[in-house]
């Protein structure tokens, strides 16, 4: 079974720009969760979707969003880029909705995107 | 305060020993507890959740929670080189909700 992919792997952006990310999840998992990872903050909750609809947020600006298509891959945008907004951003997919809900929290990330604002 | 707390360490523990790893959470409320293994470079890694006081061993895991004093630990036996890595606790308020919090990681270094 393939794992969570993310795309792409290592990304070069100047402030003011903008930036997609993409996520696709295991196979069968529909919820799809992106976590923001800096050495001073750690792992961060931005967002989680299920069934293309944002369940949960984390504390980021607006100017950090996403959305999940009906295949439940999943795509989050910055926009207007920080110095700050560099990180390494994964992505997280778990089964959720099945009644075992030990099975429903396990979180299983990808490699990452590594984001750098210059 | 910080919702969890970690020691980041470094920890460093000859090989063959136990190595304890602790957690602190500030929300009473929290229903789920786990922890992660993240390697260099790699992605963390799920290898141990626990939802009742007690203990739950995994092979040569063991994590233990206690739900009053609001204290997660893990504990690895018979520590080996490839447990190296940072790792992180992580704690979900709402069972079913997929919105972890976690905390900054603990680096432990097994010295052979």
Known sequence: KAGVTQTPRYLIKTRGQQVTLSCSPISGHRSVSWYQQTPGQGLQFLFEYFSETQRNKGNFPGRFSGRQFSNSRSEMNVSTLELGDSALYLCASSLTGTADFSANEKLFFGSGTQLSVL | ?112
Request: aromatic share 10%; net charge neutral; proline share 4%.
């Open chain 2, 1 to 112: 305060q910080k919702e969890v707390e970690q020691n980041s360490g470094p920890l460093s523990v000859p090989e063959g020993a136990i190595a304890s790893l602790n957690c602190t959470y500030s929300d009473r409320v929290s229903q789920s507890f786990f922890w992660y293994r993240q390697y260099s470079g790699k992605s963390p890694e799920l290898i141990m959740s626990i939802y009742s006081n007690g203990d739950k061993e995994d092979g040569r895991f063991t994590a233990q929670l206690n739900k009053a004093s609001q204290y997660v630990s893990l504990l690895i036996r018979d520590s080996q080189p490839s447990d190296s890595a940072t790792y992180l606790c992580a704690v979900n308020r709402d069972f079913g909700n997929e919105k972890l919090t976690f905390g900054t990681g603990t680096r432990l270094t097994i010295i052979p």
